[in-house]
């Protein structure tokens, strides 16, 4: 996983927002603004759905503090812009179809449920700073306040 002081992978993703058509969006575009950048492993489940939405309710503050927020899974855009419009969604959702970026980041990792493993997305978050080096990792995301804890290290970053 990509440790903090580490210069962010770049990446070039499709992306989708509510009331927006789909275009790409490329991380060092956001500079010098700061970036939440969070791996959630499905659309419209129960705990991705839960963070989606916490992040989405505190979007003004994150956003009064620099911040953008993105999520990030291999969904595609169109299940992105169905999640988005059935919750009323307003973070930006990029879609790494490929596994490239979740790979680059170390989110991509063998999962075991039920003594069956497979490959998927870890739900993790990183703060990016302004200058694109990592400033925090939440590594193994539990959901229930975490959106407040980024906040508030966004808020700590200045």
Do not use: N
């Not at 992306?15 to 010098?32: C, D, I, M, Y």
């Not at 739900?123 to 229930?144: C, E, M």
């Amino acid at each position: 996983m990509i440790a903090i002081g580490e210069t962010a992978p770049e990446f070039t993703l499709p992306r989708t927002e509510a009331g927006t058509e789909s275009a790409e969006l490329t991380l060092s575009t956001l500079r010098p603004g700061k970036v939440v950048l969070y791996f959630y492993p499905k659309d419209d489940t129960p705990g991705c759905t839960t963070e989606a939405l916490d992040f989405t309710r505190l979007g003004a503050e994150f956003a009064a503090a620099g911040a953008t927020v993105i999520g990030i899974s291999k969904d595609t855009t169109a299940k992105h812009e169905k999640f988005c419009a059935k919750h009323g969604l307003g973070v930006v959702l990029v879609s790494d179809a490929e596994s490239d970026t979740c790979e680059r980041y170390g989110t991509w990792v063998e999962k075991s449920m039920y003594g069956r493993t497979s490959m998927g997305i870890q739900r993790a978050t990183f703060l990016i700073d302004g200058a694109g080096k990592v400033a925090q990792v939440w590594p193994k995301v539990k959901v229930a306040g975490h959106a407040e804890e980024v906040l508030e290290a966004v808020r700590a970053l200045g």
